[in-house]
């Protein structure tokens, strides 16, 4: 199986600031790698797909970046409504693992 | 609109049995991947199961001969059937459609684009 590592596992911000998260896999998936976005209590979003690509109506302060094995995901001005846990996930091969998840917070 | 609505989540005792339901709108199951995902209490995501629409499944080791995903084209939904479920099955499921996405190279690139709501499944005595 691909294992999935993120880092930070959580990060404190403020409004304005610059994220970014960063996920590892244990070996070269290429760019089948999705980011998503899930909120207290809310279902999981995706934000970004196939490492870059941005999902329809996710605003473009969220990019990604990376491919074979290192990924970024960068919030370039963190806003209110951001402020949740972020995941990444795997689609090269199953099982489509997920990374453990960077508790973005205050 | 396009929406997954799961049911079927409850209080079941260890060794017990329970179907969730995904009942899907606004697009058929049929020609699409299907997917459920669970989360235990304060945890991450896990992928549990696949139902390519083709039919073939593949399944998470931890769930391995104990869940059998599957559908009813007549009523566009998906099933989780679980059996021997324990303590540590305890979790929202939800069920997700997988749709394929293009990268620089190829189009086949699959995330979950659309998530139901969740059900809860707690296995306590």
């Known amino acids: 199986d691909i294992q999935m590592t993120q880092s930070p596992s959580s990060l404190s911000a403020s409004i304005g600031d610059r994220v970014t998260i960063t996920c590892r896999a244990s070996q070269s998936i290429s760019s089948y790698l999705n980011w998503y976005q899930q909120k207290p209590g809310k279902v999981p979003k995706l934000l970004i797909y196939a490492a870059s690509g941005l999902q329809s109506g996710v605003p473009s302060r969220f990019s990604g970046s990376g491919s074979g094995t290192d990924f970024t995901l960068t919030i370039s001005s963190l806003q209110p409504e951001d402020f949740a846990t972020y995941y990444c996930q795997q689609s090269y091969s199953s099982p489509r693992t997920f990374g453990q998840g960077t508790k973005v917070g205050i | 609109e396009v929406q997954l609505v799961e049911s079927g989540g409850g209080l079941i005792q260890p060794g017990g049995s329970l179907r969730l339901s995904c009942a899907a709108s606004?697009?058929?199951?049929?020609?699409?991947?299907m997917n459920w995902v669970r989360q235990a209490p304060g945890k991450g995501l896990e992928w549990v199961s696949f139902l390519h629409s083709g039919g073939r499944t593949y399944y998470a080791d931890s769930v391995k001969g104990r869940f059998t995903i599957s559908r009813d084209n007549s009523k566009n939904t998906v099933y989780l059937q679980m059996n021997s479920l324990r303590a540590g099955d305890t979790a929202v499921y939800y069920c997700?459609?997988?749709?394929?996405?293009?990268?620089?190279?190829?189009?086949?690139?699959?995330?979950?684009?659309?998530w139901g709501q969740g059900t809860v499944v707690t296995v306590s005595s």
């Open positions: 997700a459609r997988d749709e394929p996405y293009c990268s620089m190279t190829s189009c086949d690139v699959y995330a979950f684009d659309i």
């Open positions: 606004g697009f058929s199951v049929t020609n699409n991947y």
